[in-house]
């Protein structure tokens, strides 16, 4: 499933091969995608929505849709949603449309509002398609990032023959998951802790918190991407797993410890994300812990610090930790940076409502010895490709400038 956890949207413009992407739709969701689609106008001349509704379970929605007002879905959130927005067909007027920014319709308003991947499969006449407008626009889209998956040449709808088909599903969904896929962590192995743990009190009380593992696991995925062996020592979480990860599932600070103690020796990057207790109940009662008084004290020890104790034992190997704080982020997680000598803290603000702990999205600063960099509010999703990608260059970085030293005293 290379597309597991994908949030693909698949917008559908006015041509004949359109019908060709109901069938990419299908494929997107064998890869293990969540796939949403819109469609222009035009489009909607040659499939119905209701095909596509009924592939993709969700409602479909064209440009003059009222039905978005009501179901309070706008163009802004569906381009949110989306990891990648796939535009399948992409005919030559969409294409010119979105490499002039023109936002006179519910597809085209979506691309210009785009933070995520922008992929066009054009499909057109081959005239169309060599024509100077038409290249001269698809130049300016590559410049900016959009990704352009064929056409293919062959026989074409009109009966010419040329360059101008669309790619067939499967070819589309290779380029896809290609679209998610780079090598900067290639052969690396990481670990990651991720999500709360759970402090027993009595066989049937515990201390915990609202960690629901969702940033954690979207730096897994990340570094799956970038193509990492991954083990997540995950406390408790509803999340789906990835059969391309390798989970060590734990409960308390002291399993967790004791697992990144064993996965850590021959790792070569270590993030920690997970919210862990800072203190466990000294002793756990062997019975249920009967009311009497009006107060209870409870005794908590300190639990040892995974990350601290792993970067201790472990000095050469990069190590990042997550600071949760609730205010004065930067200092706060400054601080923590250099009390266990990281060589970089992801600081999240938390106690805002919609973002943080146990929310889809995050807003974070990667803060490292000699910069800070902020991410606005994003999908983690999002966030974690950044992040990865942001480690991965720090890791390039030091690795050249352990060589300059190298060769310098030889
Ligand atoms: O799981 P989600 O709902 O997606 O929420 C994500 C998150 C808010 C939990 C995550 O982004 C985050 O900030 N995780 C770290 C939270 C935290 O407990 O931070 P801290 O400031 O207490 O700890 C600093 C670092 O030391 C962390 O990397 C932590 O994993 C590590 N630590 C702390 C204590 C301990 N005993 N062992 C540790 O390894």
Redesign the pocket.
């Known amino acids: 499933m290379k597309l597991a956890n994908k949030h693909i949207l698949v917008a559908v413009s006015g041509g004949i091969a359109a019908y060709k992407s109901a069938e990419f739709v299908r494929a997107l969701q064998r890869a293990g995608a969540q796939v949403r689609v819109v469609m222009t106008e035009s489009a909607t001349r040659f499939i119905t929505p209701l095909t596509f509704q009924a592939l993709s379970g969700y409602p479909v929605h064209t440009s003059d849709d009222a039905s978005f007002d009501k179901a309070g879905v706008d163009h802004i959130a569906l381009s949110r949603w989306s990891d990648a927005i796939i535009i399948a067909p992409a005919t030559a007027n969409i294409i010119a449309k979105i490499s002039n920014g023109v936002a006179d319709s519910f597809v085209s308003s979506l691309c210009l509002a785009h933070q995520s991947s922008l992929a066009i499969a054009p499909a057109m006449n081959q005239a169309m398609w060599n024509n100077s407008a038409t290249q001269q626009n698809i130049t300016t889209l590559k410049e900016r990032g959009v990704k352009v998956f064929g056409p293919a040449q062959g026989i074409q709808a009109c009966g010419e023959t040329g360059e101008g088909r669309m790619l067939e599903p499967d070819d589309l969904v290779h380029h896809c998951i290609a679209l998610f896929a780079n090598h900067s962590l290639s052969a690396k192995k990481v670990v990651i802790?991720?999500?709360?743990?759970v402090e027993p009190i009595d066989p049937v009380r515990f201390i915990s918190?609202?960690?629901?593992?969702?940033?954690?696991?979207?730096i897994a995925g990340a570094a799956l991407e970038a193509g990492a062996h991954v083990t997540v020592i995950s406390g408790p979480?509803h999340l789906q797993e990835n059969e391309r990860i390798n989970y060590v599932h734990v409960e308390t600070?002291q399993q967790?410890?004791a697992a990144?103690k064993e996965h850590c020796i021959d790792a070569d990057l270590f993030?920690?994300?997970?919210?862990?207790?800072?203190y466990e109940p000294t002793n756990i009662a062997d019975q249920k812990i009967k009311k009497k008084d009006d107060t209870l004290s409870i005794q908590l020890s300190?639990?040892?610090?995974?990350?601290?104790?792993?970067k201790l034992s472990h000095p050469s190997l990069f190590c990042?930790?997550?600071?949760?704080?609730t205010e004065n982020l930067i200092q706060?997680?400054s601080e923590?940076l250099r009390q266990?000598s990281l060589n970089m803290?992801?600081?999240?603000q938390?106690g805002l409502s919609n973002q943080?702990?146990?929310?889809d999205f995050?807003a974070?600063e990667i803060i490292s010895s000699d910069s800070t960099i902020s991410l606005p509010r994003a999908r983690?999703s999002e966030l974690a490709r950044l992040i990865i990608k942001n480690i991965a260059d720090q890791l390039k970085k030091e690795a050249s400038q352990t060589n300059v030293t190298y060769l310098q005293s030889k």
């Not at 918190?209 to 979207?218: E, F, I, L, V």
């Not at 300190?302 to 792993?310: A, S």
Request: aromatic fraction near 6%; charge should be positive; avoid cysteine.
């Open positions: 802790t991720a999500g709360p743990t918190n609202r960690s629901s593992g969702k940033m954690g696991y979207a979480t600070a967790m410890y990144a993030i920690a994300a997970a919210a862990v207790a800072d300190r639990t040892p610090d995974t990350l601290k104790e792993i990042i930790g997550f600071a949760a704080e706060h997680a923590k266990k803290i992801i600081a999240n938390v943080g702990f146990n929310s995050n974070v983690k």
